[in-house]
């Protein structure tokens, strides 16, 4: 009796649709214009890199008449303005998740998410016309027994800052807690946990990977804020402390990567080279931090869903 020949069954044909092309295509694009800005930075700024080498990096003063650019007193600004804003929008940004994800109704959840987000709507210039008129005078008034100068402060803006990240961290800490799945909260009662116990020894580490994520998406978003931040923060040049674990520079006026290439600077820089070059060179050092924190930011929720 012949044997049939055995059925070879061919590997399916890769489909090249409009949905597959147009993906590809817009992502091809999107990183091509990556790229090209950052090598389009890397040139515009290389003469400075030649004439200071790191101690554009290790230096604080920034005289650009002299030419002397050293960025140090901006990155620390910038490092405080960022420690105050997670210090306001961390514990209240995962509470409110807390709350939200493991305490609230389904309905009561998606109300407080949508109330919160809504700070997510309001254009900077509106959060930095507020520092201006409300949150200015309120940190002077707080802080006159120390004797500030004015309420245009480093804590100023890390204050207005906290704000800005808070829906930030609130929304994703909520995503990564409603994705812990539920019959491990049942499992943990079951055991005789209660509810906060099982938020703290079920929810919260299982969950913790994307509450780190979204922290330092809302760091990335507090880096790169620059109007709300240029209208509050005094933009004082070469506020370096001899201490930096010293708090007094905290009430003083400073200036961060943003507010720097905020401001008008930028328009006399044009028109000389190596001054252009520095300023460029901030640019750079910008994009490298934040670019740092979402790449880290995005690893860490893909370690998540895996």
Partial sequence: MPVAPPVLFAAPRTRWGITRLSAYAFSSLAIGAVILMVTLFVIQSWPLWKHAGWGFLTEPRWFFRRQAFGSLAMIYGTFVVSLVALAVALPLGVGSAVFASEYLPPR??????????????????????????????WVYGALKPFDPASGDTLLTAGLLLGVMVLPTIMTLSDDALHG??????AAAR????????????????QARPGIIAATLLGLGRALGETIAVFLVVGRQDNQFPANVFSL???IESGQTLTSK??????????????????MIALGLLLLAIVGACSV??????????A
Avoid: C
Avoid at 114 to 134: D, K, N, R
Avoid at 180 to 185: F, H, L
Avoid at 261 to 278: K, R, V
């Fill in 248 to 250: 007094r520079p905290w």
């Fill in 108 to 137: 009561g959840r998606l109300a407080v998410k949508v109330i919160i987000e809504l700070l997510a709507g309001i254009p900077s210039v509106v959060y930095g016309l507020l520092g201006i008129l409300f949150l200015r005078n």
């Fill in 180 to 185: 812990v799945p539920q019959a491990q909260r």
């Fill in 296 to 305: 880290i930011a995005d690893l860490l929720r893909h370690r998540r869903s």
């Fill in 190 to 205: 079951g055991l005789g946990l209660t509810r906060t116990e099982t938020v703290f020894a079920v929810s919260l580490p």
């Fill in 261 to 278: 290439l905020g401001s008008s600077e930028i328009n006399l820089a044009y028109g000389a080279p190596l001054h252009w070059a520095a």
